[in-house]
């Protein structure tokens, strides 16, 4: 089915359970994925771009504390914060990236910086930092990432002396967007804390352009959530598109391709959301439920949390 412009996101995947969420808590994660899709879907209804529609997502996602990114991060081993994000177009295949961002109220923004005033694609800790005063962005504070429900999945954390890399009811994934404008453009955008309690320093999937972020004209847009090592070591974003572009396989063959059968084989869970250069968006996850919203021109917002 061919649409106009289209736009989906994600808010992270895992052991999201119907039986352990309350109606109320639902309904406040439904409304909050539905409010940061209307950022996207009205700037795509004026006829903005892509990544104009992306980065607004990204943005509103970044500033609500239910979501793994921005304000309401977890934290790293040593009780601090480390962001990542990644923005690209799939006109020009323009990417731009942050990562270990330790300042940075809105990651994604400075990607987007990174991209469009820099000579580089991925800038990292004290480089990004020195890149957005030069531009005029002005740093928050470490703390202003935090909350007291991360700080105490922290401490959970090293009591049991081990990193979290599942997203349950009560433990938020990456975040990100894909949309298609009504130029045909594509673009994808993605934003994480990482992991609770990570070693300092490591550096998932989300900024990693063709691993977790990619976006190109020729094929799809898709921004990941989940084990970002294992989707690392799959390359899963680039793979995605390059099965629909080399392999003549459709949007919705390739997600099942990589999301539902090779992550599997090295015990990869998460999922993605992607859309095309026609159609609706697509979703694919391998595990109990993913937060995710889409829309398209001319149809109401889908809001989704659990497999079913």
Same mark, same amino acid.
């Given at each position: 089915?061919?649409?106009?412009?289209?736009?989906?996101? $994600?808010? =992270?995947?895992?052991?999201?359970?119907?039986?352990?969420?309350?109606?109320?808590?639902?309904?406040?994660?439904?409304?909050?994925?539905?409010?940061?899709?209307?950022?996207?879907?009205?700037?795509?209804?004026?006829?903005?771009?892509?990544?104009?529609?992306?980065?607004?997502?990204?943005?509103?996602?970044?500033?609500? *504390?239910?979501?793994?990114?921005? $304000?309401?991060?977890?934290?790293?081993?040593?009780?601090?914060?480390?962001?990542?994000?990644?923005?690209?177009? +799939?006109? @020009?295949?323009?990417?731009?990236?942050?990562?270990?961002?330790?300042?940075?109220?809105? %990651?994604?923004?400075?990607?987007?910086?990174?991209?469009?005033?820099?000579? $580089?694609?991925?800038?990292? =800790?004290?480089?990004?930092?020195? !890149?957005?005063?030069?531009?005029?962005? #002005?740093?928050?504070?470490?703390?202003? !990432?935090?909350?007291?429900?991360?700080?105490?999945?922290?401490?959970?954390?090293?009591?049991?002396?081990?990193? *979290?890399?599942?997203?349950?009811?009560?433990?938020?994934?990456?975040?990100?967007?894909?949309?298609?404008?009504?130029?045909?453009?594509?673009?994808?955008?993605?934003?994480?804390?990482?992991?609770?309690?990570?070693? %300092? =320093?490591?550096? +998932?999937?989300?900024?990693?352009?063709?691993?977790?972020?990619?976006?190109?004209?020729?094929?799809?847009?898709?921004?990941?959530?989940? $084990?970002?090592?294992?989707?690392?070591?799959?390359?899963?974003?680039?793979?995605?598109?390059?099965?629909?572009?080399?392999?003549?396989?459709?949007?919705?063959?390739?997600? @099942?391709?990589?999301?539902?059968? #090779?992550?599997? #084989?090295?015990?990869?869970?998460? =999922?993605?959301?992607?859309?095309?250069?026609?159609?609706?968006?697509? !979703? +694919?996850?391998?595990?109990?439920?993913?937060?995710?919203?889409?829309?398209?021109?001319?149809? @109401?917002?889908?809001?989704?949390?659990?497999?079913?």
């Amino acid at each position: 089915m061919k649409t106009e412009w289209a736009i989906a996101l $994600h808010g =992270g995947a895992g052991t999201i359970l119907r039986e352990t969420m309350s109606a109320e808590r639902e309904a406040t994660y439904r409304e909050a994925l539905a409010a940061a899709l209307s950022r996207g879907s009205d700037i795509l209804e004026r006829g903005g771009s892509s990544a104009d529609a992306v980065e607004a997502v990204v943005n509103a996602l970044e500033d609500d *504390s239910l979501f793994n990114a921005g $304000h309401g991060a977890v934290l790293t081993a040593d009780g601090a914060f480390e962001l990542d994000a990644a923005i690209m177009r +799939g006109g @020009d295949l323009a990417a731009g990236a942050v990562a270990g961002v330790v300042d940075i109220r809105n %990651p994604v923004s400075l990607a987007r910086q990174v991209m469009e005033r820099s000579q $580089h694609v991925l800038l990292a =800790g004290d480089g990004a930092s020195r !890149f957005a005063r030069e531009l005029g962005i #002005e740093p928050v504070s470490n703390d202003y !990432f935090e909350t007291e429900y991360r700080r105490k999945q922290l401490i959970q954390a090293q009591a049991k002396n081990e990193v *979290s890399l599942d997203h349950n009811d009560r433990k938020f994934g990456t975040v990100g967007a894909v949309a298609r404008d009504r130029a045909g453009d594509l673009a994808a955008a993605t934003s994480t804390g990482g992991m609770t309690n990570k070693r %300092p =320093g490591r550096i +998932g999937d989300s900024p990693l352009i063709g691993a977790g972020t990619y976006a190109s004209n020729r094929s799809c847009a898709v921004s990941a959530t989940g $084990h970002g090592e294992m989707f690392i070591r799959l390359t899963v974003a680039r793979d995605i598109a390059a099965l629909m572009e080399y392999a003549g396989l459709s949007l919705e063959a390739a997600v @099942d391709r990589k999301v539902m059968r #090779e992550l599997p #084989e090295i015990d990869g869970r998460g =999922g993605v959301i992607a859309v095309s250069r026609e159609g609706r968006p697509v !979703f +694919g996850f391998n595990t109990p439920g993913m937060y995710r919203a889409a829309q398209w021109e001319g149809a @109401d917002v889908e809001v989704g949390i659990y497999a079913d």
